[in-house]
């Protein structure tokens, strides 16, 4: 348990991966999405998701042309821990920002650029 935790708080360690957390709280989302709400580049946010699902707070399926990503919800250490964050999270005006992006972005506009 220990080691969990350990990769739990390097993981959240980041700005940007809370960002990712956060956003993921509202719906499902590819790299793309993310991409273009962070305006980071798709390998940075490849990365961060990378971290974040070796610490087992995001997965992952396939869904057509994409790779999406959702918080999980099988661990109840895991949805406890991020129902905390993101509960902490509602106040903070940047994040709020990145919640209302995600909740219009879309993939197959974006893909299409």
Wanted: aromatic residues 4%; contains cysteine.
């Amino acid at each position: 348990m220990v080691k969990k935790i350990e990769k739990i708080n390097r993981a959240l360690g980041d700005k940007n991966r809370l960002r990712i957390i956060y956003m993921l709280g509202q719906k499902s989302m590819c790299v793309c999405e993310i991409t273009e709400i962070l305006r980071l580049s798709q390998s940075t946010v490849s990365g961060h998701l990378r971290v974040l699902k070796e610490a087992d707070l995001v997965e992952d399926s396939k869904d057509g042309l994409w790779v999406e990503y959702r918080l999980c919800q099988n661990d109840r250490f895991i949805k406890d821990i991020l129902d905390l964050i993101s509960g902490e999270l509602n106040c903070d005006p940047e994040m709020e920002k990145d919640r209302q992006l995600a909740a219009h972005v879309n993939r197959e506009t974006i893909c299409k650029k």
